[in-house]
């Protein structure tokens, strides 16, 4: 009774924030022309060529951010995670990830023609900017998204098992899903959804991801009590950082072109996630009456997560209550994660899977201009229709990965050696010496 | 008065602790400690040279007990501190006697203090 009551609020609460813009929907304005035939633009080159590097920069900050939160035992595994994240995937991305994702006209995913980066030359264009220039930004996205997954699974798995897991779940998830909503033929492309730096397509997915690959392997070894041994928080703030120092590119960089859209979006990264950490900072003082180092890089994570589908698209007034909202979202979430009993170590699926969907939807929400003749209700609809396709498509595809990996080469690794730690164990190193 | 010190294997301090608050012994000293006895070390790697290092870390328990709570405290860190499978490595209890006991707030000592 009491739930169905809570319930009740919840959909109260939502359509309070939506039939108002629902109302609205009709001052809708067309986008911009489309532009003549592309020609190399210099300034969009430098800029992308930055970005990239500032997108590849978030993976060592998603390294720090997740290896503080786990045992000292595992630091070093947990922050292989990341690196070798890098490591294969950057090979798979060249040798045919890049073609898969951003090739062919088939709506559901590419083919091999720019397999080895066939066929690209010094003077092949993406728009605006050398094509080995779009290879080099979608690649540092192809390189983070799988690294998030691994968020859900630290402590406990096994080495062979991850590299399976991330390479397969990169050609069978990832690339599709970036087909599908960035590609020029991708159908939740055609379909208009709006998913600007990839609320979907990187956060939504690799967040469900985690938590089928979680749910798969079970829990980790003791009383949950036990469990909560952050090594070193240092490294988790400095980590949340690097990751909003690098999510400007990621978001800045997405329009693929140096504009006034770029600086607006370089605008409401800085904004939402700000708001955020100060909502989490809030929540938690209320909750239990400590304003909480993880829980400020917690919230600044969530923030950058939200406005990420959304980042091209919306006001900084939109940014400030995108962030606002985000953190009682994700909050609540981990919560519910004590309840629920499955085992997300660092919450990716808390903060990364459902930060990304609510991102999604009010990013439909929010959205500053709509295609000609489209309603708000309409965009909404197609937001809700991208999430739960990309969601219950990356959900399904990941169990089964997962399940397929424990039951041939293992995935979860054997008890003695998740209780004497991985590091010393996979590694034959320690994070920290005497 | 005794001082019992036990060397125990570190993922077990959690079940240690709770293991000692059920039979009501409150104070406890824990260190990081590093060691070796039986297991006489392990291999680390350092860019590709396997070495020897035979020192161990385990986590050092210090308890200071009146007479009647010596039973109880070496029962609770036996009983939660065994991992069980029979292998070397769980780590040892000493007791040894304590001359005297002050609390350094009021400069009480004795049984009371302790």
């Keep these: 009774m009491l739930n169905i009551s809570k319930f009740k609020y919840l959909v109260l609460f939502i359509m309070a924030i939506l039939i108002p813009t629902l109302l609205n929907g009709q001052d809708a304005t067309a986008p911009a022309p489309a532009p003549a035939a592309p020609t190399l633009d210099k300034a969009d080159t430098v800029w992308l060529i930055v970005s990239s590097a500032l997108v590849f920069f978030m993976i060592p900050g998603l390294a720090l951010f997740y290896g503080g939160i786990v045992k000292s035992k595992n630091v070093l595994s947990t922050m292989m995670h990341s690196f070798i994240a890098i490591i294969v995937l950057t090979l798979q991305w060249t040798i045919f990830g890049y073609s898969f994702a951003f090739s062919g006209s088939n709506p559901y995913y590419g083919d091999f023609s720019l397999a080895f980066l ?317 | 008065m005794k001082l019992i010190v036990a060397i125990i294997q570190p993922h077990k301090l959690e079940e240690v602790k709770a293991e000692l608050t059920k039979n009501e012994i409150y104070r406890l000293t824990v260190s990081d400690v590093q060691g070796y006895g039986q297991q006489k070390g392990k291999t680390e790697v350092f860019r590709g040279h396997e070495y020897q290092v035979n020192l161990l870390r385990k986590v050092r328990l210090e308890i200071a007990v009146n007479d009647e709570f010596v039973k109880p405290t070496v029962d609770a860190i036996l009983k939660s501190a065994k991992t069980g499978e029979g292998k070397i490595g769980d780590g040892k209890i000493f007791i040894m006697p304590i001359e005297e006991v002050i609390r350094i707030r009021n400069g009480e000592r004795g049984n009371s203090a302790i």
Aim: charged residues 15%; glycine residues 14%; contains cysteine.
């Design chain 1, 118 to 434: 066939n066929g690209i030359d010094l003077d092949t264009l993406e728009g605006s900017i050398p094509k080995f220039v779009h290879f080099l930004f979608q690649g540092m996205f192809a390189l983070i998204t799988p690294a998030l997954i691994s968020g859900a699974i630290a402590e406990r798995i096994k080495l062979s098992g991850y590299v399976a897991f991330i390479l397969i779940w990169a050609t069978l998830v990832y690339d599709p899903v970036a087909h599908w909503v960035w590609a020029a033929d991708g159908w939740l492309f055609k379909d208009g959804a709006l998913d600007f730096a990839g609320g979907t397509v990187v956060h939504l997915i690799s967040g469900i991801a985690g938590l089928a690959a979680a749910l798969v392997i079970g829990k980790r070894k003791g009383d949950p009590s036990t469990l909560t041994h952050p090594n070193n928080m240092t490294y988790t703030l400095l980590g949340s950082g690097l990751l909003w120092f690098g999510w400007f590119g990621f978001n800045a960089g997405s329009g693929l072109k140096i504009d006034g859209l770029a600086a607006r979006a370089f605008v409401v990264t800085l904004i939402a996630p700000a708001a955020a950490g100060a909502t989490w900072l809030i929540i938690e003082w209320i909750h239990t009456k400590k304003a909480t180092a993880l829980g400020a890089a917690s919230g600044i994570v969530a923030g950058l997560v939200v406005i990420t589908p959304a980042a091209g698209f919306v006001s900084p007034v939109s940014a400030i209550i995108m962030g606002l909202l985000v953190s009682p979202v994700c909050y609540g979430a981990i919560l519910l994660k004590g309840k629920l009993g499955y085992d997300d170590t660092l919450d990716a699926f808390g903060i990364h899977g459902v930060g990304g969907a609510f991102g999604a939807i009010l990013t439909g929400v929010f959205a500053l201009s709509l295609a000609e003749g489209v309603t708000r209700g309409h965009q909404i609809q197609v937001q809700v229709v991208s999430v739960v396709a990309t969601g219950a498509y990356s959900f399904i595809a990941s169990y089964i990965i997962a399940f397929l990996i424990e039951k041939s080469i293992g995935f979860r690794i054997e008890e003695d050696k998740e209780i004497n730690g991985l590091d010393q164990e996979i590694h034959g190193e320690n994070g920290y010496g005497i």
